[in-house]
């Protein structure tokens, strides 16, 4: 039996707790005692039988117990006799696991581990946070600036390579990827490795995983963990047609990749389920398998990692409970916050607009927008108080374009990105919320503290200062910043601003005044609250 | 017993008919036989108990029976000893009934009635067609322009038959109205009849209904009915706050309100169920109270007629299979067509804004929009593919407003929006549907055979003839027609377009003509095959 762990606590405490522990559990069954941090992964490998065809006919559970917490989660088969078991510790402190199988020599295997206190990077697994929004599961705010690059971990080692210095620099904390290879326009090579065992490439023993393929993806998922990016794994996909045939696998081989999957992947913290890309493209799958996969996850993910489903053209009932936030695509929902604003209202989940056309310059029509539109609807989306995803997609020689295959980035969009996402950070912990959702307001903030204006395309000279009048009383006191969301500059407007009840709806500057605005597109306000 | 119905078949037909039921049935248990139209209204009065208290002491139910079809409906105590069963023929042909009743005078009666052809003006009820749009049972397309006057059967009756008097010289086919009377700005009066028996405003026995009101309420929804309008029943509505307590009942007593309004309005084939309007405003009730309510309309209702809920700011799930149709209150999603379309594919049934905010001068911000704007905002829903609904809010001195009280109607709006529901009914049967709802574009209808394009406040003085690209081909003709929506005004353009393949999207004249406009806002395009 082989144990790792992530050690982040000093030796001599770890050396404490093992003494303490192996006076409590002297000559006790339990093998070993290990540490990880909490929301870190904790693994145990076991030997087992590699005759046959362990995928299918050998089964491994552990339940990981702690007090009266009980947490199962499902083992896997990692070839040449291995076997392994992944568990994330929610909470801190010891937990102890014991093991199920078919197979006796995998079964009741016991042992523990000390979940530490977390590393200061190590914030937890993103949640959903007030109806709307996400944190992670400290508390700290998370603000989605999602990029997309659909089939980067299988290119060529080098470019993986080079697609992860890029992230390092760029402002994206999450990314959309595959899976399965993808094999779609300026998208068909083959990948370096492949899912199942087979002969590319169409030939595949669907009851054979290949672990090869699912360590390296592992491996980039941790990567990514490490730089604080959120992986958002498609696990299906259209982009196929049949070419390798992953898009039309019987429903058991549908069925036992998931929860392979899971097994493999659930407890890295950085972890997001998107159920497919286009889901509705796949002519294959019926609604009632997407259903059923999302109850698959459910019941096989113990953390319950973020889950959704990205459409074509046809929604999936996000309503259903089993949808964690929306993942949209919509070519026009966010050139407008008005627009953006109201899924909110029909679903009460946050609201992800992954697909909203990319910057580039393809012939398509989803993929070239202006650096300047993209950024636009980035900003919309802000202000409706839900989150949009980039991508780019400028032609290359090569057909290397960052949406597809990763690399670099040549776009302008990025950098105006992560001042937004600054923007977001330097506000309210709880998200913008829209102010006046009922009107066309373009501000969201939180009400009476914090209003984040965006006047798009309106290159207004001067903004009369008024706000809408909720949680607002005479006397207040606020300041303003004007932000050139283009040219990424904050310029303080002069003076304070007092406010006292100018009609039904709005309270003003009681002085009547308004802030000078440059006259230029992109402009947005940011209001605060002087105490 | 008393019998009634709508005759409306030859007599010598009818007498033939019942000849035949004779000999068929010689000294049989059946009554008599009858005639109404298939979608009429058949009536059947029984005497029964008149002491105690008929309403909740006394049960009686029909099962009306065609072959093998069989319909069972609620009857319902009319006070003085009268029970009622009420029943809409869903086809034509020989219908028989038979009783079932706690009190023995009323169990076990029999009889029958034909349901004869429809007269010409009866198409049947209206429902769901092609997903996104309405139509009457005989296929007749219904293209829903609504109006709401909230407490019109409430006020006096020479004020009621004036709101009667315009209605029918209206361009409106769907009226919103509350089943309670409303305790709400500008409309603080009492109501003529009261619901339950009791003494105003707030000592009511909510086990006696108040007969004389509904035999009120239900002539009114059949004059609607004989003037071809749909009659939207508001079945509860948050303004009362208590001052009569009809919104603050006991789920005992709202589950009986309920049952009773079904089992006397639901053989009227314009009744419309509306559970409320801004159900979320009235707090006395949970959520799970209007889903119960739902399925005691579900389940007492025999002929699933339409079922929504209107919000206030919080809307119900209407991905609900129980509700029929979308009914929503915004007041800026149908500034923009971009807006309201976005409904649709979230809900995947009709999407009705039944409230948009009103053309008035009130100081409400709800009830000042320009004759212009709520025309706009009509157009704009138009071909987002949904419906809208008018409601208008002129200060009053007598606080006469049509919103609320009916009346006359002072806007300019209605005769637009008359002629607005010309042009849908000169369109497509099937409704208008987005042409390329992913993009940003201002067109819907029936894709390659007829398009309805609409610019909102953009004063374009020409467009260039391009249409998208789906079910198009190379060499199809096109007549256009500018409609002037303001001042109500169709100019053909001159000549006919050719079509050919202009890029991967669109479809442009083969000469590159454009459609010459006249610079004015509120201006649309009526385009159609020419073949």
């Not at 609807?377 to 409706?384: G, P």
């Not at 100018?502 to 992109?522: C, E, I, M, Q, W």
Request: with cysteine; net charge neutral; aromatic share 16%.
């Amino acid at each position: 039996m082989k144990q790792s762990g992530n050690p982040s606590v000093s030796k001599p405490f770890r050396c404490i707790l093992s003494a303490l522990w192996i006076c409590l559990l002297a000559a006790s069954l339990y093998a070993s005692e290990i540490q990880t941090e909490q929301w870190g992964v904790f693994e145990a490998a076991f030997d087992g039988p590699s005759t046959g065809n362990p995928f299918v006919e050998v089964t491994l559970t552990a339940t990981f117990t702690q007090n009266s917490n009980r947490v199962n989660v499902d083992g896997f088969y990692d070839g040449e006799g291995v076997y392994r078991i992944r568990f994330s510790p929610p909470t801190q402190g010891l937990w102890t696991y014991e093991t199920q199988s078919n197979h006796p020599r995998l079964a009741g295997k016991r042992g523990s581990l000390t979940a530490a206190v977390p590393s200061k990077s190590n914030h937890g697994p993103v949640g959903v946070a007030s109806t709307f929004h996400f944190a992670y599961a400290d508390g700290t705010p998370y603000f989605q600036i999602g990029t997309t690059c659909y089939a980067w971990v299988h290119q060529e080692d080098a470019l993986q390579e080079k697609t992860l210095k890029t992230l390092a620099g760029a402002p994206f904390n999450k990314i959309r990827f595959c899976v399965f290879p993808k094999w779609y326009s300026y998208n068909h090579n083959e990948p370096l490795l492949y899912p199942f065992e087979g002969t590319p490439p169409a030939a595949w023993d669907f009851m054979r995983f290949n672990p090869e393929f699912f360590r390296h993806f592992e491996k980039r998922i941790q990567q990514l963990g490490q730089m604080g990016i959120e992986a958002d794994l498609i696990l299906f996909h259209p982009y196929d047609k049949g070419h390798w045939g992953f898009d039309r696998m019987t429903s058991e081989a549908d069925d036992r990749y998931l929860r392979y999957v899971v097994a493999r992947f659930a407890a890295f913290r950085n972890v997001w389920w998107s159920l497919a890309n286009e889901y509705d493209f796949m002519k294959e799958k019926t609604p009632a398998d997407w259903d059923r996969f999302f109850q698959i996850i459910v019941s096989s993910d113990p953390y319950g990692r973020l889950r959704s489903i990205h459409n074509g053209s046809l929604l999936y009932n996000h309503t259903q409970p089993w949808v964690t936030h929306v993942s949209i695509q919509n070519g026009s929902a966010v050139t407008d916050f008005g627009r953006a604003i109201l899924y909110r209202d029909v679903y009460y989940k946050p609201i992800v607009f992954d697909e909203i056309k990319y910057e580039g310059n393809l012939p398509q029509r989803w993929g070239n927008l202006s650096a300047q539109e993209l950024v636009l609807r980035f900003w919309e989306s802000a202000i409706a108080g839900t989150y949009a995803g980039h991508g780019e997609t400028y032609l290359d020689p090569n057909d290397v374009i960052w949406w597809a295959k990763g690399g670099i980035l040549h776009g302008q969009s990025p950098a105006r990105l992560g001042f937004l996402r600054k923007i977001l950070a330097d506000g309210p912990a709880g998200g913008l919320e829209p102010i006046d959702k009922w009107q066309d307001y373009p501000f969201a903030g939180k009400r009476g503290e914090y209003y984040l204006g965006y006047f798009g395309r309106n290159p207004l000279s001067a903004w009369p200062f008024e706000l809408h009048k909720a949680e607002l009383a005479d006397g207040m006191r606020f300041t303003v910043d004007i932000i050139d969301t283009w040219n990424m500059t904050i310029t303080p407007a002069e003076g304070v601003f007092e406010i006292r009840k100018h009609d039904n709806y709005l309270f003003a500057d009681k002085n009547g005044r308004s802030v000078s605005l440059p006259g230029t597109p992109y402009t947005a306000l940011r209001i605060r609250r002087v105490k």
